[in-house]
C-alpha cells in the first residue's frame, strides 16, 4: 500500500476541551443513513471484532482480520454495499450490518489495497459518540477493603461526558490540570449496548449487548473526595479511554476475564472479572431498571484492587506527565496512553 494513497494521523490526540469524536458530515455514512435497515430488524452481529480508525480523510470502522485492519469506508465506497462505515453507524443500525463478512469476502479477493497492518493502525475510541457513560463504582470486593469502604448494597452508579473519551495511543494532558493533583489510574471492563434496554431482567440483560472493550476510569482523587459526589474527579478531558478494540459479545464470557494495568512497565492490578460484586447482567439490569440504555452506551464496570488511593499514605505517588498506563483484559486486547 503506497504512502501517497493514505496517509496516517500517526501523532496522539490532545484531548483538553476536545468535543466527542463524531463522524463528520458528509461521509459515505451519511449517504446510507435514508436507505439504512430499520435497526430493531438487524440481529446483533457475531464473530467480529471492530475499531474506530483515525485516517487522513476522517473516522473509518475497522474490521479486525488477523494481524491487520479493513477499512470499512475504503471498502465501502469501491464495493457499495450499503455496510455501515463509521462506529457510530454499526452500533445505531444505520447502513446493512449483514453486508460486512460480504464486504471483507470481497476486500480480501482484492489484495491488501483495503487493509491496514495492525502496527501502522491509528485509532480513535472504538465508541465515538455514546448517548450515556455510565460508571461503576466499588465493584471488586478488595477494592472496597483498600479503599476501607463498606460493602456496597446495590451497584454505586455515576457518570463521565463525551469529553472524557480517549483512545489508545491517546494523552491526558495533566500538566495543564490547575486544581487536580492526585492522579489515579483504574482498569475496567466495558460494556457496550446493542439494543435498547428499559426494565429488563437480568436474565436476559446481556442479550442486549453488543460487545466488550478494554477502558480505563483515569480519576483525580482530590477532586473525587471533594464531596459526596465522585463525578468530578472522574469526567476530566480525556479521562475515560476505550479501545482499540470493541469485540461482539457472543465470543466473550464477560464474568471470567483477567484485567491488568500496569504502570511504566510495573503491573500495579492484576485480578479477573469473576470478583466483581455486581456482575455484568446485574449491572445492565439495574441501570435499565433506573434509565434507557440505548445502543452505544456504555457501562465502566468498576475496577479492581491495586489503585494508588488503596496504598498506605506514605507510599501514595501519583500519576505524573511522562507516565505510560497499559490497560490489558484478556480476549479485549491492551489501552495504552501516555501522561503529558
Same mark, same amino acid.
Given at each position: 500500500?503506497?504512502?501517497?494513497?493514505?496517509?496516517? =494521523?500517526?501523532?496522539?490526540?490532545?484531548?483538553?476541551?476536545?468535543?466527542?469524536?463524531?463522524?463528520?458530515?458528509?461521509?459515505?455514512?451519511?449517504?446510507?443513513? #435514508?436507505?439504512?435497515?430499520?435497526?430493531?430488524?438487524?440481529?446483533?452481529?457475531?464473530?467480529?471484532? &471492530?475499531?474506530?480508525?483515525?485516517?487522513?480523510?476522517?473516522?473509518?470502522?475497522?474490521?479486525?482480520?488477523?494481524?491487520?485492519?479493513?477499512?470499512?469506508?475504503?471498502?465501502?465506497?469501491?464495493? %457499495?454495499?450499503?455496510?455501515?462505515?463509521?462506529?457510530?453507524?454499526?452500533?445505531?443500525?444505520?447502513?446493512?450490518?449483514? /453486508?460486512?463478512?460480504?464486504?471483507?469476502? %470481497?476486500? %480480501?479477493?482484492?489484495? #491488501?489495497?483495503?487493509? =491496514?497492518?495492525?502496527?501502522?493502525?491509528?485509532?480513535?475510541?472504538?465508541?465515538?459518540?455514546?448517548?450515556?457513560?455510565?460508571?461503576?463504582?466499588?465493584?471488586?470486593?478488595?477494592?472496597?477493603?483498600?479503599?476501607?469502604?463498606?460493602?456496597?448494597?446495590?451497584?454505586?452508579?455515576?457518570?463521565?461526558?463525551?469529553?472524557?473519551?480517549?483512545?489508545?495511543?491517546?494523552?491526558?494532558?495533566?500538566?495543564?490540570?490547575?486544581?487536580?493533583?492526585? &492522579?489515579?489510574?483504574? /482498569?475496567?471492563?466495558?460494556?457496550?449496548?446493542?439494543?435498547?434496554?428499559?426494565?429488563?431482567?437480568?436474565?436476559?440483560?446481556?442479550?442486549?449487548?453488543?460487545?466488550?472493550?478494554?477502558?480505563?476510569?483515569?480519576?483525580?482523587?482530590?477532586?473525587?473526595?471533594?464531596?459526596?459526589?465522585?463525578?468530578?474527579?472522574? /469526567?476530566?478531558?480525556?479521562?475515560?479511554?476505550?479501545?482499540?478494540?470493541?469485540?461482539?459479545?457472543?465470543?466473550?464470557?464477560?464474568?471470567?476475564?483477567?484485567?491488568?494495568?500496569?504502570?511504566?512497565?510495573?503491573?500495579?492490578?492484576?485480578?479477573?472479572?469473576?470478583?466483581?460484586? &455486581?456482575?455484568? %447482567?446485574?449491572?445492565?439490569?439495574?441501570?435499565?431498571?433506573?434509565?434507557?440504555?440505548?445502543?452505544?452506551?456504555?457501562?465502566?464496570?468498576?475496577?479492581?484492587?491495586?489503585? =494508588?488511593?488503596?496504598?498506605?499514605?506514605?507510599?501514595?505517588?501519583?500519576?505524573?506527565?511522562?507516565?505510560?498506563?497499559?490497560?490489558?483484559?484478556?480476549?479485549?486486547?491492551?489501552?495504552?496512553?501516555?501522561?503529558?
Amino acid at each position: 500500500m503506497s504512502s501517497n494513497r493514505r496517509s496516517f =494521523i500517526q501523532s496522539s490526540v490532545a484531548v483538553a476541551g476536545a468535543t466527542a469524536f463524531v463522524a463528520a458530515p458528509g461521509t459515505a455514512a451519511a449517504a446510507h443513513r #435514508s436507505a439504512a435497515v430499520p435497526p430493531k430488524l438487524q440481529p446483533l452481529p457475531t464473530g467480529m471484532t &471492530f475499531a474506530t480508525l483515525r485516517l487522513q480523510h476522517g473516522l473509518s470502522l475497522g474490521l479486525k482480520d488477523g494481524d491487520r485492519a479493513l477499512d470499512v469506508a475504503l471498502a465501502e465506497s469501491h464495493f %457499495k454495499l450499503g455496510a455501515p462505515t463509521t462506529m457510530d453507524d454499526l452500533l445505531h443500525g444505520r447502513g446493512d450490518v449483514s /453486508a460486512l463478512p460480504r464486504l471483507l469476502a %470481497k476486500a %480480501k479477493a482484492s489484495g #491488501s489495497k483495503f487493509f =491496514i497492518d495492525q502496527a501502522q493502525l491509528a485509532f480513535g475510541p472504538c465508541v465515538t459518540n455514546p448517548e450515556k457513560i455510565v460508571c461503576v463504582g466499588l465493584n471488586y470486593r478488595a477494592h472496597v477493603a483498600e479503599a476501607n469502604q463498606k460493602l456496597p448494597p446495590v451497584p454505586i452508579l455515576f457518570n463521565k461526558f463525551n469529553s472524557a473519551l480517549n483512545h489508545h495511543g491517546g494523552v491526558i494532558e495533566v500538566s495543564k490540570e490547575r486544581v487536580a493533583k492526585s &492522579f489515579d489510574y483504574e /482498569a475496567e471492563l466495558v460494556i457496550v449496548m446493542g439494543k435498547t434496554a428499559r426494565d429488563v431482567s437480568e436474565q436476559d440483560a446481556l442479550s442486549y449487548v453488543f460487545g466488550y472493550c478494554t477502558g480505563h476510569d483515569f480519576s483525580a482523587r482530590d477532586l473525587q473526595s471533594e464531596s459526596s459526589q465522585w463525578m468530578v474527579g472522574k /469526567a476530566g478531558d480525556g479521562w475515560g479511554p476505550l479501545g482499540p478494540w470493541l469485540v461482539t459479545a457472543d465470543q466473550v464470557d464477560p464474568d471470567n476475564l483477567k484485567i491488568e494495568c500496569l504502570v511504566n512497565g510495573e503491573t500495579r492490578q492484576s485480578s479477573n472479572t469473576s470478583r466483581m460484586i &455486581f456482575d455484568c %447482567k446485574k449491572l445492565v439490569s439495574f441501570a435499565s431498571q433506573r434509565m434507557t440504555l440505548r445502543p452505544g452506551d456504555v457501562i465502566f464496570t468498576g475496577t479492581p484492587e491495586g489503585v =494508588i488511593v488503596g496504598y498506605p499514605k506514605e507510599k501514595q505517588v501519583w500519576l505524573k506527565a511522562g507516565d505510560k498506563v497499559l490497560t490489558r483484559i484478556e480476549k479485549l486486547g491492551e489501552l495504552e496512553f501516555k501522561l503529558t
